[in-house]
């Protein structure tokens, strides 16, 4: 939720002031509007130019730009901006911010800041642990800052300790959650408990080899991490992917459909919602074979059984305030099966998309959906499977507010 957003953005003299350059950027990606305002030490570790070049803006460090009277205010950036990220903040910034020492244009632009002021420590452990920093932290605290914590690690100075500055994603990301927990605080999925399943099942046949599929686990972890973004307490069962979930989202990690099924019921009683997006597979072979199958002959039979039925056992056991939400990849008579999966399965709405949309399923980063309940049908667009994430958990959030 950054996009739109104003960053006033920090700069002090520390050399993890080289990693304000990833921050501006990923803030820029995001689609938020950079304004850096630089400390003179600063500008000894990292060039205004660079950063002019990677925010669209000139730098700002001196009261007064030009000798023509032309001066930078101060309390119009603190009027402007939606948020104040210091980082990297030295141990003399984090001092002067503590009281109110104006001797700079950062310093006064945080005495004059009306929105939530973030701070990134960066300093030697020694510095970070001494009892002045310290309190110093803890008086920014007191005032409503909010102290991104530094991590343990390699110094500069060759030293491992405390004072290493967080690193550039997470601190993004902390202002990302924040802007979200602002727009969603009235969310019905605020605080509401959320399973979800993604990726495929693998099966196996002998200790080197499976049935399985091409899911790449892309859908299910954005509406995830759209669920989180909404406030919910998301538990995500996620079958063999390489992708990665935020910190915020309880993750599981399974092979088969029979760890899938196991963890799902064991999940799903006490939760508002569930929403089934996994790929899993709905045959696995009647035996596994302990050693690898050589090959011997020209053909090879393989006697299959049966998976469980996931979304079916889920129907049979839900209750009427829990919602049920599930997914149809189709080849052929797209809407028929989907409707015929809605009421086999007692989904409240099922997400249907097709093999025919090229471009659209295991492993794109788009989709094209249709949204199918019993009383409505509603088509979307193609779109990036993050934007596809909303209008699900859009459609969600309906039976969750009349609740």
Known sequence: MLNGKKIVLGITGSIAAYKACLIVRQLVRKGAEVQVVITPAGKEFITPVTLSALTRKPVISEFFAQRDGSWNSHVELGLWADAMLIAPATASTIGKMANGIADNMLITTYLSMKAPVFVAPAMDLDMYAHHSTQANLERLRSFGNVIIEPESGSLASGLEGKGRMEEP?????????????????????????????????????????????????????????????????????????????????????????????????????????????????????????????????????????????????????????????????????????????????????????????????????????????????????????????????????IPLREQ
Not at 187 to 202: E, F, Q, R
Not at 239 to 244: E, I, L, N
Not at 382 to 393: C, L, S, W, Y
């Open 169 to 397: 994603e997470k601190i993004v990301e902390m202002l990302d959650r924040y802007f979200d927990e602002q727009y969603y605080a009235n969310s019905p999925l605020w605080g509401k408990k959320v399973l979800i399943t993604a990726g495929p099942t693998y099966e196996k046949i002998d200790p080197v080899r499976f049935i399985g599929n091409y899911s790449s686990g892309k859908m299910g972890f954005a509406l995830a991490e759209e669920c989180a973004r909404r406030g919910a307490k998301v538990k995500l069962i996620a079958g063999p992917v390489s992708m990665k979930a935020s910190e915020r989202i309880e993750r599981i990690d399974v092979e088969s459909c029979e760890e899938m099924y196991e963890a799902v019921v064991a999940s799903f009683g006490d939760v508002h919602a569930a929403i089934l997006c996994a790929a899993v597979a709905d045959f696995k072979p009647a035996e596994v074979a302990d050693k690898k199958i050589k090959r011997e002959g020209e053909s090879l039979t393989l006697h299959l059984d049966a998976t469980h039925d996931i979304a079916a056992e889920l129907g049979r056991r839900k209750h009427r305030d829990q919602i049920l939400v599930g997914f149809a990849l189709e080849t052929n008579d797209e809407e028929q099966n989907a409707l015929s999966k809605l009421k086999k399965k007692k989904l409240d709405f099922i997400v249907m998309n097709s093999t025919r949309n090229e471009g659209t399923t295991f492993g794109s980063d788009d989709n094209r959906i249709v949204i199918i309940s019993e009383t409505a049908k509603k088509t979307f667009p193609k779109k990036p499977k993050t934007e596809v994430a909303r209008d699900i958990i859009d459609e969600l959030e």
